[in-house]
């Protein structure tokens, strides 16, 4: 041991506000930093949240109150202080917080200046204001009592008798070289919190359904469910409870897009607004969730993965082993789980894809040997491998047939296609990117899939085929194969 007592010793503090500058740099988006505001309030026992914001360009000011218990000027100031709790204290079991960070790294992610406006019963509301530009002047860690529009806001706690509100201004990451007069600043700036929004209901989905209010700008928040929990053919797998019940997974098949409405379905595709982006694992803490939908390595997202997602549910006292971060954006199983996790996962996934398939197959089994019609074709010319356009494809024969007598040019124009197709680039992608590989007419209008399908229904049915064998020749035709759920409507 040594002997401290005996060794000389100097101060050496942090430089503020190069210390601030850090936190501005942790790398939160601005709904990862609003969540983690909301997080305090839901710990303060908030049953309201108001989040406000009134354009104003540069001067844009954005607030965040709560009906929680508040705090008192000792507790605020203790609040305000960086680092005003230890991550190695044991937290209360609902307790969202950890490093007693999220409220001075989440505010400065954004703004150069904010206060904490408190009132707890019994005492006088309080507030303070951490200004970077005054620490920066000032060189030390102080706070001012200071806030635009004090009354206003403190009227609004002395209505709910008990609250905090957070007031973010000079928020210069979102609009420093604005206008307050420009359409499209506003507008931009609209829609960024049009993101904040779903994230929110993302988010907090949980609590929501549980009564908690999130009003946006005075518009209670709708939650968005993940899972479609009610919705008609949702299938899901008996919950794994693992760690003496500090690790539970459950995984889910979302229904199949034709058992859903149009509504449903695009409600499905999530704040991300896609399918895709949102398969993978939901991890929560204490219901608040972390990742939404996320592989954690184990897997790509691939399209036929589309309807699965997984719920991992922790509790508030593993964050260490599953290395949550400042931000609670990360998640990641520590190594004696992930076994466990990979075969769950795998379950629900192979399971997900029987259901993405299904349709097709109810169609293809009511049909004897029909031929596939794939558009591409694999061939080797001189031990060397090229990709061919299938001459025997249904719409290209169509083609042909439609171009009179001389097709040389059309044929002409498929070999450059063929000769052409840029399939280095495209393996080379596959390997490096992680953004999952889209399927066929993915993200833009089916217009031509259902005109093109409908077209070449209608001449099968001329042709003299019923009904189901003309459905049967299309489910079997690329890219058809991939939208069952429009042959089904054919008429
Ligand atoms: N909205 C709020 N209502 C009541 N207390 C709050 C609120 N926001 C923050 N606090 C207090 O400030 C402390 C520090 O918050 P924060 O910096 O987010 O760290 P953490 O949440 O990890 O403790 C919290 O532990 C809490 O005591
Ligand atoms: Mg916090």
């Not at 100031?77 to 209360?92: C, E, F, H, Y």
């Not at 859903?260 to 499905?268: A, I, T």
Request: charged content about 30%; proline content about 4%; aromatic content about 10%.
């Amino acid at each position: 041991m040594i002997d401290y007592s005996k060794i000389e010793s100097t101060l050496a503090p942090p430089e503020a506000s190069s210390m601030i500058e850090t936190f501005r740099a942790i790398g939160y988006s601005i709904e990862t930093a609003i969540a983690d505001l909301i997080d305090n309030s839901i710990t303060a026992n908030a049953q309201n949240i108001w989040i406000d914001y009134e354009w104003n360009g540069p001067s844009t000011i954005l607030s965040v109150t709560d009906d929680g218990v508040g705090m008192n000027n000792e507790e605020l100031i203790q609040a305000m202080k960086p680092g005003s709790t230890s991550p190695l204290d044991v937290r209360k079991e609902h307790d969202l917080g950890r490093f007693g960070l999220g409220l001075k790294t989440a505010s400065f992610s954004q703004c150069r200046k904010f206060a904490v406006l408190s009132l707890k019963e019994h005492y006088h509301p309080v507030y303070w204001c951490w200004d970077l530009d005054y620490v920066k002047h000032q060189k030390s860690w102080s706070l001012i009592k200071y806030c635009p529009s004090t009354e206003n806001y403190l009227e609004k706690l002395k209505e709910t008798k008990h609250g905090t509100t957070v007031v973010w201004w000079d928020i210069d990451r979102l609009t420093s070289n604005t206008r307050a007069d420009s359409d499209q600043s506003k507008s931009q700036f609209l829609e960024i919190m049009e993101i904040v929004k779903k994230h929110l209901a993302m988010v907090f989905h949980r609590f929501i359904d549980e009564g908690l209010k999130i009003f946006f700008r005075d518009r209670k928040i709708n939650a968005w469910d993940p899972f479609m929990i009610g919705s008609e053919g949702l299938q899901s797998k008996p919950e794994s409870i693992l760690e003496n019940g500090k690790v539970r997974i459950k995984g889910f098949v979302l229904p199949h897009r034709s058992k859903l409405s149009v509504e449903q379905y695009l409600y499905g595709k999530g704040p991300q607004d896609s399918w895709t982006a949102h398969q993978g694992f939901y991890v929560y803490r204490n219901k608040r969730l972390l990742v939404s939908g996320d592989w954690l390595g184990m897997f790509k997202k691939e399209v036929h993965y589309d309807l699965c997602r997984v719920r991992i549910d922790l509790t508030n006292d593993l964050d260490e082993e599953w290395q949550i971060d400042i931000r609670k954006s990360v998640a990641r199983p520590p190594a004696k789980l992930k076994e466990t996790i990979l075969s769950i996962a795998k379950d629900a996934r192979m399971q997900a894809l029987e259901v993405y398939r299904h349709k097709g197959k109810v169609v293809k089994r009511k049909l004897t040997k029909n031929e596939y019609f794939p558009f591409w074709e694999e061939r080797t010319r001189h031990g060397k491998r090229f990709y061919r356009l299938n001459r025997n494809h249904p719409l290209i024969k169509e083609l042909k047939k439609t171009q009179d007598t001389d097709t040389s040019r059309l044929e002409q124009l498929l070999q450059f296609i063929e000769e052409t197709v840029p399939v280095p680039l495209i393996t080379l992608q596959e390997s490096e990117d992680e953004k999952p590989h889209g399927q066929p007419f993915e993200g833009r209008g089916h217009d031509a899939i259902i005109t093109t399908m409908s077209a070449m229904y209608d001449n099968l049915r001329k042709e003299g085929r019923t009904e189901e064998q003309a459905k049967a020749l299309i489910i079997n035709i690329e890219p058809f194969n991939f939208y069952p759920e429009y042959i089904e409507h054919l008429k």
